[in-house]
Nanobody, 124 residues
Framework: QVQVVESGGGVVQPGGSLRLSCAVS????????????MSWHRQAPGKVRERVAF????????LYSGSVKGRFTISRDDDLNRVYLEMDSLKVEDTATYYC?????????????WGQGTQVTVSS
């Protein structure tokens, strides 16, 4: 069973930076980490969960939501089975629980795995 574990959240002042990490394990030999497309999502209290960053296989096809573009950077390390989210120039409205998602499409069927989330609080 694939497991997804986020870390790196915390409390930071507006304008500060945080780096989130997502460790993925439990792959089968037929579907290694490099097969998975990865994304970061966030959910603030009372709001729907939104995708903020996406990275395809081999680090290609990187996408950001408009609210974080230019401030957040997603990257992946297929040797370490990890994906990262570098968050700079943080704003109060970035406060949320951040989730990592791993997706694969064996035989065209989507399978996905979520982590438990890591809390990011931006406050003065």
């Amino acid at each position: 069973q694939v497991q997804v574990v986020e870390s790196g959240g915390g409390v930071v002042q507006p304008g500060g930076s945080l780096r989130l990490s997502c460790a993925v394990s439990g792959f089968t030999s037929g579907s290694p980490f490099s097969n998975y497309v990865m994304s970061w999502h966030r959910q603030a209290p009372g709001k729907v969960r939104e995708r903020v960053a996406f990275i395809g296989r081999n680090g290609g096809n990187i996408l950001y939501s408009g609210s974080v573009k230019g401030r957040f950077t997603i990257s992946r390390d297929d040797d370490l089975n990890r994906v990262y989210l570098e968050m700079d120039s943080l704003k109060v409205e970035d406060t949320a629980t951040y989730y990592c998602k791993a997706e694969d499409f064996p035989d065209g069927v989507e399978i996905s795995f979520w982590g438990q989330g890591t809390q990011v609080t931006v406050s003065s």
